[in-house]
């Protein structure tokens, strides 16, 4: 079936199977392999990518389902010679290792860092109201759906912490 | 031009020392860093291949028999399917790591449940699954053997492991203290985040395979022996994995049955594991059962030591989980016995995960050690430190260095060590008990041969060097460590020096596996460039001694002259390095040494345990980029802390299946279960391991971890887990009111 996708501003015709995820119509249609697949089940985080600017498992929604939204991948987010600050800081800072999953660990830390600043609380958080502030607890339970088998979270905390102008951890 | 060393005496020359660029050690990005924070990277499955057909693997339902017949004529009927592929070059099990030829073949014969038995080809990936999950299948089902501890009266002495030294059982009569417990460890997987992916694609008779491996050199050979054909028509490229942990040392299914219907169909063929088949087809970690012996007199010191465990595998499999490989040398005790027993199951392949041995060796022996601190009432570093050996126990050989004490001291001294609690559950804060431990890392240092090419030349930007070889990076450091190696040796800034790895074509190396990458290929790219400034002497006329290279420049005497100028415009200086292991292996006990020291919150209601923080101390000889290596530490140190909590492969006992083959059921440590760990590397030069002075760290940070956890927990709560992970259940009737 036919499908119009917008994805970091550029609309695409998908002409695909109705049972293909969005994460395949980007990595098996569409060229776009900076989008990991780590599971396939929602269980991992590595197809992270951004709709409509909230963050999402894109191995979990069909790509059907997304006519006309509006799409950020990790190309959208930044390229070798023009990489994002959270890129930078994760280049840094050394916030990956095999990189498997680490375009999923950016694309939602993106996402999650206006999630910080519009307020949302979190399972950790200390009150439902107040603003959130970005401890390391923080960091890690609002990250804690993307896995990273090398395990560079204390760094990915890092360069988190960096970006977000979050000094170091009380 | 080519250099070769074989390692047959310590290389005091340390020569990196008398360099002047300054690259080696430091913490330098990763070159191909930018590549991968922007998705630029590509792994095996990310090639552009027109026409690729997408193949699904399908599993056997059944443990163990005959499978008769696949009944794909209904399959074949699908939409889109071009295929279904079986027989008797199908792998049965993934080949061992180094293996260096096929694995066991043929789909005929099922030994476990989860075993490929078929392909299905389509034109699309989701036909492709539709097929797959639709397979019709005969077979005959035979009982299977599922249960480790009780085929143990069938197990099978592994020889080269045993050691029967002196009388343990009358050294634990007379010894003033002891300890006689078993230790039990489940199955891991490595559960890298890439999924194995393989594509096929024939040019007439040569096969060109992408895909995600560790070891190139061996994998072409397996791949090229599965099928039947020369390994001279194979070739492999694997520049980017994700991640490996010892799943991807050896052929696994999916590379050859993409080959096989690739040839057949003329077409390229994609096939990648779900993640519910890593599970399933792809290495496990044997589970074990360790029996400890711990003999003591009154000051402490070991009398004697035993180490005996139990693990399995496949029939026709000679791999056996090497738990006992540090126990060798680690301490003393005149008294000795240790060995592995190997029983037969069906269960899913046992082989390499990382840090095989240590990793689940180290934490029994590590737990028993502080058992028996306790029972002396002394110090558990103080304990360890009485028992360092002055040369091997049971072989006749010094230690090459070892900084077994400087790692225990330094972070005893970091973390506190001597303001803790000594006595179990009297700490709280609230409603958590916290509690203190620290558990002695080591693993086994090896040196493999390896070759790597490095090529001198000039462009518009002055002069630059190329490193080549077939080695790796899974996330070790690889790109980065190899270019501050030649860019050191040759004089040249990190951005003058590219690297280029995974391509079969190129010399060849060890690959990734056993931490032995970066001292072997290294130790390759070294000797390429000492023989290149062996070169450089002979144009300037000067002794090496008096030769220095930085920023693109000879410095020879008082005369300054551009390498570029040296080299010539369109010429260019290139050797490749050989290193080969030799005597100094035999000669010496060769290990990283290191320590741990955790802090745990227990919840005195529930059981849970969060690791509050941790500390790394370890020595591996030369650090060749600080940034890199203490990533491999931290992500040692979180499968010690996944260990020792969550990590637990489960099979059902009745038929064998794993019951727990995916992410959200095996629980691997998350962002928020790992701390903000606390490494620091020591200044070491060990000149026995290699002419880099440098050893192995990419598992060190594993090997022993998992104790210093259930030790704080034990200090916490006073309850000993010696059945891994502490899972609440183990916790909740220990637990003081
Ligand atoms: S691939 Fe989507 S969550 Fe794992
Ligand atoms: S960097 Fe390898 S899984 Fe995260």
Not at chain 2, 1 to 30: A, F, I, N, W
Not at chain 2, 202 to 207: F, K, M, P
Not at chain 2, 254 to 267: D, F, M, N, P, S
Not at chain 2, 473 to 480: K, L, P
Request: aromatic residues 6%.
């Amino acid at each position: 079936m036919q499908t119009q996708l917008s994805i970091n501003g550029e609309s695409h015709e998908l002409e695909a199977d109705s049972r293909t995820t969005l994460l395949d119509a980007l990595r098996n249609h569409l060229g776009l392999t900076g989008s990991k697949k780590g599971c396939d089940h929602g269980q991992c985080g590595a197809c992270t990518v951004l709709i409509n600017g909230r963050r999402i498992n894109s191995c979990l929604t069909l790509a059907c389902m997304h006519d006309g939204d509006d799409i950020t991948t990790i190309e959208g987010i930044g390229s070798p010679g023009a990489l994002s600050p959270l890129q930078d800081a994760f280049v840094r800072h050394d916030g990956y290792q095999c990189g498997y999953c680490t375009p999923g660990q950016i694309c939602s830390a993106t996402a999650m860092l206006q999630e910080v600043q519009a307020g949302w609380p979190s399972h950790v958080s200390t009150s439902l109201e107040d603003d959130v502030s970005l401890s390391n607890e923080e960091i890690g339970e609002r990250m804690a759906g993307n896995l990273c088998r090398c395990a560079a979270y204390p760094n990915i905390v890092a360069a988190i912490r960096e970006v977000a102008g979050a000094g170091e951890d009380a | 031009m080519t250099r070769t060393m074989t390692m047959d005496r310590p290389d005091e020359r340390r020569r990196l020392d008398d360099m002047s660029q300054g690259l080696v050690g430091r913490p330098l990005d990763r070159p191909d860093g930018p590549l991968k924070v922007s998705g630029t990277a590509t792994y095996a499955h990310e090639w552009n291949v027109p026409n690729a057909a997408y193949g699904v693997l399908v599993r056997a339902p059944f443990s163990n028999g005959r499978l008769r017949r696949i009944d794909s004529a209904a399959t074949e009927a699908l939409d889109g399917v071009v295929g279904v592929f079986t027989g008797e070059k199908f792998l049965r099990n993934p080949a061992q790591g180094g293996a260096d030829e096929a694995p066991v073949q043929g789909t005929e014969t099922v030994q476990y449940l989860g075993q490929p038995v078929a392909l299905v080809v389509a034109d699309t990936f989701e036909q492709a699954r539709h097929g797959a999950q639709n397979l019709a299948m005969e077979w005959t089902a035979e009982n299977g053997v599922f249960d480790p501890e009780a085929q143990a009266a069938d197990a099978e002495e592994q020889e080269d492991e045993t050691v029967d030294q002196g009388d343990l059982d009358g050294a634990m009569r007379a010894a003033a203290f002891t300890v006689d417990e078993v230790y039990r460890t489940p199955c891991h997987n490595s559960a890298a985040m890439e999924p194995h992916c393989s594509i096929a694609e024939w040019d007439g008779e040569d096969l060109l395979l992408r895909g995600s491996y560790q070891m190139l050199n061996y994998n072409v050979n397996e791949l090229a022996d599965s099928l039947g054909i020369d390994a001279a028509r194979v070739r492999m490229l694997s520049p980017y994995v994700g991640g490996g942990f010892g799943s991807k040392l050896g052929i696994a299914p999916e590379a050859v049955a993409a080959a096989l219907a690739a040839k057949q169909l003329q077409r390229p063929v994609v096939v990648a594991l779900s993640r519910q088949q890593v599970f399933d087809m792809t290495m496990r970690r044997s589970e074990t059962r360790q029996h400890i012996r711990l003999a003591c007199d009154a000051d402490g010191i070991l009398t004697g030591l035993g180490h005996e465990g139990l693990v399995s595998n496949l029939p026709e499999e000679e791999f056996a989980e090497p738990i006992t490989q540090s126990t060798h040398f680690l301490y003393g005790g005149a008294n000795r016995k240790l060995g592995i027993d190997l029983v037969r199951l069906n269960r899913t392949c046992a082989g390499s995960v990382r840090a095989p041995g240590e990793a689940v060796g180290m934490p029994a022996l590590e737990n028993a050690m502080d058992e028996l601190a306790e029972k002396l009432g002394m110090d558990p570093v103080e304990l360890r430190k009485r028992n360092l050996p002055d040369k091997h126990p049971e072989e006749d050989i010094p230690f090459s260095s070892r900084k077994y004490t400087e790692a225990m001291d330094e972070g005893a001294r970091r973390f506190g060590w001597s303001e803790r609690n000594m006595k179990p559950g009297q700490l709280r804060e609230g409603d958590w008990l916290i509690g203190h431990g620290m558990a002695g890392a080591s693993r086994v240092n090896i040196l493999s041969k390896a070759e790597a090419r490095v090529t001198m030349g000039s462009d518009d930007d002055g002069v630059f060097a190329t490193v080549e070889t077939d080695m790796t990076d899974i996330g070790t450091g690889t790109y980065a460590i190899l270019s501050q190696i030649a860019g050191e040796m040759l004089g040249l800034p990190m951005e003058r020096v590219r690297t280029q790895l995974g391509d079969s074509e190129f010399p060849k190396g060890p690959g990734s596996g056993g931490s032995w990458g970066a001292s072997s290929s290294g130790s390759a790219v070294y000797l390429a460039c000492e023989e290149m400034r062996a070169e450089i002497c002979q144009r300037l006329s000067c002794e090496e001694a008096d030769l220095t290279l930085k920023d693109g420049d000879a410095i020879a005497g008082n005369r300054k002259t551009s390498l570029a100028e040296l080299i010539g415009g369109g010429g260019q200086i290139s050797a490749v390095g050989r290193i080969e292991p030799g005597k100094t292996m035999k000669e010496s006990a060769q290990s990283s040494y290191g320590a741990y020291f955790c802090e745990v919150a227990v919840d005195r209601v529930t059981g849970e345990t969060r690791v509050r923080r941790m500390t790394g101390v370890f020595g591996a000889g030369r650090i060749l980029n600080e940034k890199t290596a203490t990533s491999q530490c931290y992500g040692g140190m979180s499968w010690g802390i996944g260990m020792a909590l969550t990590e637990e492969l489960v099979h059902d006992l009745r038929d064998g299946h794993i019951v727990n083959r995916d992410l959200a059921e095996y629980h691997i440590p998350v962002n928020l279960d790992v701390p903000q760990l606390d490494v620091v590397l020591l200044d070491e030069r060990d000149d026995w391991a290699c002419p880099l002075q440098s050893k192995g760290i990419g598992e060190l940070g594993l090997c022993g971890a998992a104790a210093s956890v259930i030790n704080a927990i034990y200090n916490a709560t006073g309850v000993r887990v010696r059945d891994y992970p502490a899972t609440l259940d183990k916790l909740l009737d220990g637990l003081p009111d």
